[in-house]
Structure formats: structure tokens, C-alpha cells
């Protein structure tokens, strides 16, 4: 083959080839990944709105928003030293809209805290 025949002389010159392929399959062939769902993410920014007046929630998690959420949900029953912010506002006849709305999605845990400080700032309650 032409590939042999050119190895061979760059041989004789002391000198190495290297082949590459510019066809490769996957330039003509492309599989897509279904996008996760909302509530599947993680490494987020999120923000929970009240049903009964204009407060909301802004925290960042790194697992997956469905754990967080379910946290949040399960922590009314425990002692009220160990409440947070959600149930305590719960607690004084409030309901959360769990349908909870993705502000930012950042893997780098520095960033995330750096942007969950700007969001809850510009939060206006």
C-alpha cells in the first residue's frame, strides 16, 4: 500500500510518519444524550417560591435537585432548633410551590457559592 511505501522511504531518511484518518466516523454519525430532566440535575442554583406571599428561597446543592427538595420537604418534623428556613416560614401557615426553578448550573463549587450570594442579593424579599 501507499502508506507502507511512504513509511519505508521516511525510514531510509532517518524520519517517522504519523497517519491519520480525517474520515472518522463519528463526523458523519451523531448520537445525541436525551437532556436530564429539572429535577435530575445537580451542581445548580435553585430558587423556591411561596404560594401565600412574594418570599422565595435561593440555595445551591450539589446533588441531585430531587434529594434537595425532598430534604426540604421531610425537615417540618424535626425539632424547631434544627429547622430551616423553608419550614420555619412553613410553620407559620406559608406553602412552598415545589416546582422550583433553575437559576444557574455550575460544577465548580466556589463559582456556585460566589453566584448563590448574587442571586440571593438580588432577591427582593
Not at 11 to 19: E, R
Not at 51 to 63: D, G, H, I, L, M
Not at 96 to 108: A, G, P, Q, R, T
Request: with cysteine; charged share 25%.
Amino acid at each position: 500500500s501507499a502508506s507502507k511505501q511512504f513509511r519505508n522511504i521516511a525510514a531510509n531518511l532517518n524520519k517517522s510518519l504519523a497517519f491519520v484518518v480525517l474520515n472518522k466516523l463519528n463526523r458523519f454519525i451523531k448520537t445525541y444524550k436525551d437532556p436530564l430532566p429539572t429535577e435530575n440535575r445537580s451542581n445548580v442554583i435553585y430558587k423556591i417560591c411561596c404560594k401565600n406571599c412574594a418570599a422565595s428561597y435561593v440555595e445551591q446543592t450539589n446533588r441531585q435537585l430531587t434529594t434537595t427538595i425532598k430534604v426540604h420537604k421531610s425537615n417540618i418534623n424535626k425539632p424547631f432548633e434544627s429547622l430551616s428556613v423553608i419550614s420555619q416560614h412553613r410553620l407559620k401557615g406559608h406553602e412552598f410551590k415545589w416546582n422550583e426553578k433553575i437559576l444557574d448550573i455550575v460544577s465548580s463549587y466556589l463559582r456556585r457559592i460566589i453566584l448563590e450570594m448574587i442571586h440571593i442579593t438580588r432577591q427582593k424579599n
